[in-house]
């Protein structure tokens, strides 16, 4: 299992997207919203009388939930993603170990002092982090946050997206009619998405691998 946190501003297409082309791939795919904003919730059906506060909601081969699953839900999940959404409401989320936190923001200063205040007090603590700046105009909105925020040590692994409103209208697109379409988004937005998956299915092969050879042993010392 691979399990992947999300903290910061405008996650929920980025998100959407990654877990809908996941599933196309045939890995399951849950999706932990504790964000507390809605903006997922909007684009998953949930049905008649359906409170993803309680229940594990199914729509489109994802599944989604607004609160910390048990041990035994997280087991239909052991060879797939768990996403987990933050938004600015970090939060101990046991059972659940993250592989890796993606801070995502943008060059406003109120959600850079957010994040840094997160930072401080709670995210230093062995956790691996990337860093996604979203809708720049320019190189100078880059390096801008790249000096205000307090990621230990700079870490190299930083992506960008710049303010593209093809972007914010098919977000908005799949809020509205609750699809999972992707065809109109910025050619960068459509490249970051294919790198996260490819650096998500090469974390779940190296699980694989690691199982496999762990089960090799176990076979050979029973031998």
């Not at 059972?95 to 995502?104: H, Q, S, T």
């Not at 850079?112 to 956790?127: A, F, G, H, P, T």
Request: charge should be neutral.
């Amino acid at each position: 299992m691979v399990c992947i946190g999300y903290i910061g501003t405008e996650v929920f297409d980025i998100v959407l997207y990654t877990g809908h082309t996941l599933t196309k791939l045939k890995y399951p795919v849950l999706i932990v919203d504790l964000s507390g904003t809605g903006a997922l919730k909007n684009a998953i059906h949930h049905g008649m009388d359906i409170d993803s506060e309680k229940e594990i909601v199914h729509y489109r081969n994802i599944n989604y939930i607004r609160r910390i699953p048990d041990e035994y839900e997280l087991k239909e999940f052991k060879d797939g993603v768990v996403f987990v959404l933050f938004g600015f409401n970090y939060m101990d989320i046991a059972p659940i170990r993250l592989d890796y936190m993606n801070i995502v923001v943008n060059p406003f200063s109120h959600v850079l002092e957010k994040i840094n205040v997160l930072i401080r007090d709670r995210l230093l603590q062995n956790m691996n982090f990337r860093l996604l700046v979203r809708d720049i105009v320019s190189f100078d909105d880059l390096e801008k946050v790249k000096i205000s925020i307090m990621l230990p040590d700079k870490q190299d692994d930083i992506e960008y997206l710049y303010l593209d409103f093809n972007d914010y209208e098919n977000a908005i697109r799949c809020q509205r009619y609750q699809t999972v379409k992707y065809r109109r988004i910025s050619f960068r937005m459509k490249k970051y998405i294919v790198n996260e998956i490819k650096y998500i299915v090469s974390i779940l092969n190296m699980e694989k691998t690691v199982n496999a050879s762990y089960s090799g042993k176990g076979q050979a010392s029973d031998e």
